[in-house]
């Protein structure tokens, strides 16, 4: 059996954290001790349950700056993002049915938006700058009278760049569009508030942040415009309505506690992401044909997104495999794997965008692990472009 000591170094972060051992002690007791429905409000087991659900409300909405009623529980990003995008086409058909995005967006914005195209919706697909930016002009060039909704992600799942979005919030509230983000990968790692922002909707995440998995939210406005949304989920009208189904505490607590935690240690977590990036690509960045893909320094502290050049993406994903968990930039869909539509749309060529690898850091990654990771990616490559000139 494998033990801790021979398993592979994590740096996949972006994919799901490790919850948090605080976060496992918080839940724990809404397993077995206070296991009652929030909904049950005729006696104790649900009474305790329905304060633990409205305290973590609270402490989830005040760290968006936003008022606990404005949060609806979700089952993840992908269910929040499919809420807004669907729920706000439903609510505002009769306004417009026009929807801009970008072309580097998660699938779980990008396969809405196909399906309402399906029911006759457009959908504009901004393409970004090579540094992966939103270009903020063709964003102004893209509204239409009848445009409802502009849904651009705080921070990409792949490349970790992080858009302008107060800027994006300011020219939609001028213009009186909604605006909708995927902060999946941004909450707990950048500061977000929703006011200062601009921001109507907002899709959110435990796991990315040392949560459990299986719970997310997402943040409807309330007022200054008042949102309207039309539920997806019917049949019993919790959370105000909008989304029916039986609440879980103990994820809901858990949720709560591990943005808590993120928010108390944002500042030396960054710093430490910061160190931890910039040691790994110092050491990476002299090796012929490696390219940065996404912007430098307005990404994620802990991402980075490399593309090497003459080496096959398999290959070097199998040959690191023994020392590093981490993932490519391909999206793999039915066992079929394609070039990643980010790389691809930030320019790089389709075998550039097959040769990529995304280290997601994270706060319990050591120095010494980035030089260990580091000396096998340089291992790996050098020994791949050898094979490469045998053959």
Not at 154 to 172: D, M, R, S, T
Request: glycine share 8%; net charge neutral.
């Amino acid at each position: 059996m494998t033990t801790d000591s021979h398993k592979p170094i994590y740096l996949d972060h972006h994919a799901t954290t490790p919850i948090d051992p605080r976060v496992l002690t918080a839940m724990l007791p809404y397993f077995t001790e206070h296991f009652g429905n929030p909904t049950s409000t005729t006696h104790q087991y649900g009474w305790a349950a329905e304060a633990a659900v409205t305290g973590a409300r609270e402490t989830i909405a005040a760290a968006i700056g936003a008022s606990p009623e404005e949060i609806v529980f979700t089952s993840g990003a992908t269910e929040a993002n499919n809420l807004a995008l669907k729920g706000i086409a439903e609510a505002y058909f009769a306004k417009g049915q026009h929807i801009i995005t970008l072309q580097t967006e998660h699938n779980a914005v990008l396969d809405p938006c196909v399906y309402l195209e399906s029911l006759g919706f457009t959908v504009t697909y901004l393409p970004v700058k090579l540094d992966g930016l939103l270009d903020l002009d063709r964003l102004k060039d893209a509204i239409r009278p009848d445009t409802i909704l502009v849904s651009i992600m705080a921070a990409n799942n792949e490349i970790g760049v992080i858009q302008p979005l107060a800027e994006i919030g300011k020219i939609c509230r001028e213009r009186s569009i909604l605006f909708h983000t995927d902060a999946a990968q941004a909450i707990g790692k950048i500061p977000l508030d929703v006011n200062l922002l601009n921001i109507d909707l907002m899709s959110i995440t435990a796991h990315k942040v040392y949560g459990p998995k299986g719970i997310g939210a997402l943040y409807v406005r309330r007022r200054n415009p008042r949102v309207k949304i039309s539920p997806q989920l019917h049949g019993g009208g919790h959370e105000r309505g909008m989304r029916s189904g039986t609440l879980y505490p103990p994820q809901i607590v858990g949720f709560a506690k591990a943005v808590e935690i993120a928010l108390a240690d944002i500042d030396p977590n960054t710093s430490k992401l910061i160190e931890l990036r910039e040691r790994l690509w110092s050491q990476l960045s002299p090796i012929e044909g490696i390219y940065l893909n996404g912007h430098p320094t307005q990404r994620l502290a802990g991402n980075l997104n490399i593309s090497v050049a003459g080496v096959d993406g398999n290959a070097l994903l199998l040959g690191l495999r023994p020392t590093v968990a981490l993932s490519s930039g391909a999206a793999c869909s039915s066992a079929k794997i394609a070039p990643s539509h980010v790389l691809q749309a930030i320019g790089r060529s389709e075998s550039l965008a097959y040769a990529a690898l995304r280290f997601g850091i994270g706060h319990t990654n050591t120095v010494g692990e980035i030089d260990r990771v580091a000396q096998a990616t340089i291992e790996t490559i050098q020994s791949l472009r050898k094979l490469a000139l045998r053959s």
